[in-house]
């Protein structure tokens, strides 16, 4: 894979497709308001500058599936760590890289690893790329996540699951990314999330699924805070609350996008089947790992899919 080097020294030169210099974002620079257009615009040139790449299709890589750039063909890779002020991701699974190139003949951008709230950042700081995404001309975006799943009667470890809609847990105590002051150039003060997960692009990921004899099945997805796994209690709550899969990501992500007109395609691979008793002999303790075998075991089943979808984007 070609690596990106370092960057100049100083600034870049480049002029703006956007009136603002990319000089205005340096290796200096310390940090970036997710909330200020005008700063989200600046990170844009940067990136831009960084890649001949001009992506209208998205990809975020959740926990274990960050191989799935493995495919892209060409690859500009650009570490969030030589992106100044951008929050770099520390979980274990999670490379921390944007990985621009060509997916089945497509321009993409893929997030190598997520930033997840539980690591301390804010929500908007989390949402952040996708904002990113957004100035960077992306126009679908295909999401992607480990999850627990809450049906053991239908779901196993390693199916694939298309998300048709989600719980945004922290959105109930008040947590949203859009919180805040609202820029009308983003979006508008109050979005609607009737089909945040685009029936039009589940129907073809339906298609797809079928066409390389994927089981597909759908589902509805509740983001927690984390970092800690759910107890039986919580878990039989969320499944009363009607979801069928848990996780730490996605919905804050998703809910961004909408406000930026980004249509968006969900998909959450059942990492760990959840617990809904107390007292059961063997249960699991440390379902992290779990979570990262199963990532491992199923990454090219997951990334054959992607690339069977991205084709008919
Ligand atoms: N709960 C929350 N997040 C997760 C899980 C889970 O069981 N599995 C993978 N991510």
């Known amino acids: ?42 990170l ?29 063909e060409n690859p500009d890779i ?11 991701s520390t979980v274990k699974g999670h490379k921390g ?6 997916l089945s003949g497509k321009s993409v951008v893929c997030m190598q690893g997520r930033i997840h709230t539980y690591e301390g950042y804010s929500m908007e700081l989390c949402t952040l790329p996708v904002r990113l995404m957004s100035l960077l001309g992306v126009e679908t975006m295909i999401v992607t996540n ?23 847990l922290p959105g109930f105590a008040g947590k949203s990314p859009l919180c805040g002051p609202n820029d009308e150039r983003f979006g508008p003060r109050f979005p609607s999330m009737n089909n945040a997960y685009d029936r039009g692009l589940r129907k073809i990921a339906k298609e797809v699924a079928a066409e390389i004899g994927l089981k597909l099945q759908e589902g509805v997805y509740a983001m927690t805070g984390g970092p800690q796994f759910e107890t039986p209690a919580e ?6 609350l009607g979801a069928d899969l848990i996780g730490m990501s996605t919905a804050h992500e998703v809910i961004v996008a909408r406000h930026c007109d980004i249509k968006v395609v969900g998909l959450s691979l059942v990492t760990n089947l959840s617990e809904f008793e107390t007292d059961v002999d063997g249960e699991t303790n440390d379902v992290h790992s779990e979570v990262l075998k199963t990532g491992e075991e199923s990454v090219e089943k997951a990334s054959n899919f992607v690339t069977n979808l991205v084709k008919r984007l």
Do not use: W
């Open 1 to 42: 894979m070609a690596h990106m080097n370092g960057y100049h020294n100083g600034t870049v030169e480049k002029s703006s497709e956007n009136g603002f210099a990319e000089a205005d974002i340096t290796e200096s620079s310390t940090s970036i308001n997710p909330n200020s257009y005008e700063d989200v615009a600046k």
């Open 97 to 102: 890289n944007f990985v621009f190139g060509t």
């Open 235 to 240: 878990n039989r709550y969320f499944k009363a």
């Open 146 to 168: 480990a999850a627990g799943g809450l049906n053991s009667s239908t779901q196993r470890q390693g199916d694939i699951i298309l998300i048709k809609d989600h719980l945004c």
């Open 44 to 72: 844009a040139n940067f990136v831009r500058s960084k890649t001949q790449y001009k992506p209208k299709i998205g990809i975020i890589c959740g926990t274990g599936l960050g191989k799935i750039v493995n495919l892209i």
């Open 78 to 88: 650009l570490s969030y760590t030589d992106i100044p002020g951008f929050p770099v």
